[in-house]
């Protein structure tokens, strides 16, 4: 995301920032983390719209996760659930025009 706000927390203070920044317009931020081994935390934000990306360090590789919150199937349920019912909803919208329109004729 291009400017956004990006807030990192290091591993065990989750309340204080450890540090901030901004990306620059490709979306890109340079820092360099403290030598805390842990699970640090990356808040990226941008008019409304964010992620929560996890970076692991420890003494292997980094390991890294994205921490998007899933849709469980009740929420895709009631997401199906209302666009069929705005479809309806449209669709006898405009029968009911057509109606009105050709009783005016």
């Given at each position: 995301m291009a400017h956004a706000q990006v807030i990192i927390h290091a591993p065990g203070d989750s309340s204080v920032p450890w540090g901030q920044g901004v990306t620059d317009r490709d979306g890109r931020l340079e820092f360099v983390?403290?030598?805390q081994e842990g699970r640090w935390s990356f808040h990226v934000r941008q008019s409304g719209h964010g992620a929560m990306?996890?970076?692991t360090?420890?003494?292997d590789i980094p390991v890294i996760e994205a921490a998007g919150p899933g849709q469980t199937w009740g929420q895709r349920a009631l997401m199906v659930?209302?666009?069929a019912w705005g479809a309806l909803g449209t669709a006898l919208f405009a029968r009911s025009r057509k109606g009105a329109r050709d009783a005016s004729a």
């Open positions: 983390l403290g030598p990306v996890h970076v360090l420890g003494a659930a209302l666009v």
